[in-house]
């Protein structure tokens, strides 16, 4: 996994949790919708790299 890429499915993942934690302890809906898009993303990132990864050993 290139080391760019690992870092931002990282940091999605990341912010994706703070932002859903964040958004139930204000009892805001779409704050929580929007941190578990980001983290969703930030794991659909990471799992392509590995993919990637997978064939290039």
Request: glycine share 12%.
């Amino acid at each position: 996994m290139s080391t760019g890429e690992k870092a931002k499915a990282k940091t999605e993942q990341a912010q994706g949790k703070a932002k859903t934690v964040l958004g139930r302890t204000l009892g805001n809906e779409r704050m929580t919708a929007e941190g578990q898009a980001e983290k969703s993303t930030g794991d659909a990132r990471e799992a392509k790299e590995k993919v990637k990864d997978a064939f290039k050993g």
